[in-house]
């Protein structure tokens, strides 16, 4: 079921870019704390208005054309960040020290702030979401998912209630893909690169 499990995830993942940061990218504990900061209380931040309860989403990718130099900067941020945001409780209000820390490693490896980080990962994601996994090429996100909920319907392993929220999910997802890829040149830098960006930002384990 892990194996059928996984690329669902990581489907779903891209689909909602909220999740993106989150589930899939090694780097998503900066995206993630920033966010709980951004929902902390109010009285610490009186120029930011709370956010609204439905509003469950981050504001809309920026999308940018790639270099092969952040490709290969973002992978190596992405693994002095592993060991700290391993440790790191998705229900724990982000620590200073830390957040510093993964500022600090963001600058380390060539980007301005640790918001230009996750911005080059949000990119490389939007795009490996529109790989198929098994062939390696780009299908885009809508045919990924699609073959997700086929993949999901002929599993004989899974569970009926697993199933049953799992194609509820990919479902939702469909109904809101994520927005295409505006600069195609990423495509083919994400290709080029494809099993190292899986291995640090798709979610993949052996265990």
């Known amino acids: 079921m892990r194996e059928t499990i996984r690329p669902f995830l990581a489907a779903l993942s891209v689909a909602s870019l909220a999740v993106s940061m989150t589930a899939l990218s090694s780097g998503g504990a900066?995206?993630?704390?920033?966010?709980?900061?951004?929902?902390?209380?109010?009285?610490k931040q009186p120029a930011q208005a709370a956010p609204a309860?439905?509003?469950?989403?981050?504001?809309?990718?920026?999308?940018?054309a790639l270099t092969d130099q952040q490709i290969d900067n973002a992978l190596a941020a992405?693994?002095?960040?592993?060991?700290?945001?391993?440790?790191?409780?998705?229900?724990?209000?982000?620590?200073?020290?830390?957040?510093?820390?993964?500022?600090?490693?963001?600058?380390?490896?060539?980007?301005?702030?640790?918001?230009?980080?996750?911005?080059?990962?949000?990119?490389?994601?939007?795009?490996?979401?529109?790989?198929?996994?098994?062939?390696?090429?780009?299908?885009g996100p809508e045919a990924v998912l699609k073959a997700q909920i086929a993949e999901v319907q002929a599993d004989k392993k899974m569970s009926a209630?697993?199933?049953?929220?799992?194609?509820a999910d990919l479902n939702e997802a469909l109904k809101s893909p994520?927005?295409?890829?505006?600069?195609?040149g990423n495509i083919d830098l994400v290709a080029k690169n494809y099993?190292?960006?899986?291995?640090?930002?798709?979610?993949?384990d052996e265990n």
């Open 161 to 167: 209630q697993d199933k049953k929220e799992a194609l």
């Open 53 to 64: 309860p439905q509003d469950q989403q981050l504001p809309p990718i920026k999308q940018i």
């Open 78 to 139: 992405g693994k002095e960040m592993d060991p700290i945001t391993a440790k790191l409780s998705p229900d724990a209000k982000p620590d200073p020290k830390v957040l510093a820390q993964l500022e600090g490693i963001a600058k380390k490896h060539g980007f301005a702030n640790s918001d230009a980080y996750n911005n080059v990962v949000d990119n490389i994601s939007l795009v490996l979401g529109g790989f198929d996994p098994k062939t390696k090429k780009y299908v």
């Open 30 to 43: 900066v995206a993630q704390a920033s966010k709980q900061q951004q929902m902390a209380p109010a009285a």
């Open 195 to 204: 099993d190292k960006l899986m291995e640090e930002f798709g979610g993949s």
């Open 178 to 184: 994520p927005p295409a890829v505006e600069n195609k």
